[in-house]
T-cell receptor, first 114, second 112 residues
């Protein structure tokens, strides 16, 4: 079993829909959780960062962490065609993953249709 | 823009030839990383550096070596390229006190 599981999709939704992206993990020591967005043929860019359990909101994006269930989610409200990208979850035991221990999911490809 | 450039951006090479990829940062950050990204595998860490001349192996380090002689440059070398090393290579950086890693634009490598 991989440490981090993420449904690769693809996920196709109409413009304006609410999108839910999820990752599950097995390592209970993970404390820091990130979502990266990656446009086609580009590098990943940090979208959301959360520590421990709880919710974090930034505009149309909400990140949720449920450590008891080992489950994290990213919600996108009022989705736009510009949100079409691959979304990668990532997590680590240590702050910043400085010891090289940032673990990524395989990514979910999202397409938002006008 | 995280102040990272990668060169070359695209490269086609033949099996058995040496290849060096360069990551250059303008942020003077301490930590630098090399990842490869492949369909079905996601991002996997190859090597990372925590300072000049200080490097360590990641999950998929076999067949790769790295060097960091200056803070701003982190080089990834494939001593003898194989077709299994065809991939997209990303460099990432992290500054002391920063919460996570920031990625460069990537290098697409095709080994024939």
């Amino acid at each position: 079993q991989k440490e981090v599981e993420q449904d690769p999709g693809p996920l196709s939704v109409p413009e304006g829909a609410i999108v839910s992206l999820n990752c599950t993990y097995s390592n209970s020591a993970f404390q820091y959780f990130m979502w990266y967005r990656q446009y086609s043929r580009k590098g990943p860019e940090l979208l959301m960062y959360t520590y421990s359990s709880g919710n974090k909101e930034d505009g149309r994006f909400t990140a949720q962490v449920d450590k008891s269930s080992k489950y994290i989610s990213l919600f996108i409200r009022d989705s736009q065609p510009s949100d079409s990208a691959t979304y990668l979850c990532a997590m680590s035991e240590n702050y910043g993953g400085s010891q090289g221990n940032l673990i990524f999911g395989k990514g979910t490809k999202l397409s938002v249709k006008p | 823009d995280a102040g990272i450039t990668q060169s070359p951006r695209h490269k086609v090479t033949e099996t058995g030839t040496p290849v060096t990829l360069r990551c250059h940062q303008t942020e003077n950050h301490r930590y630098m990383y090399w990842y490869r990204q492949d369909p079905g595998h996601g991002l996997r860490l190859i090597h990372y550096s925590y300072g000049v001349k200080d490097t360590d192996k990641g999950e998929v380090s076999d067949g790769y070596s790295v060097s960091r002689s200056k803070t701003e440059d982190f080089l990834l070398t494939l001593e003898s390229a194989t077709s299994s090393q065809t991939s997209v290579y990303f460099c990432a950086i992290r500054g002391q006190g920063q919460e996570t890693q920031y990625f460069g634009p990537g290098t697409r490598l095709l080994v024939l």
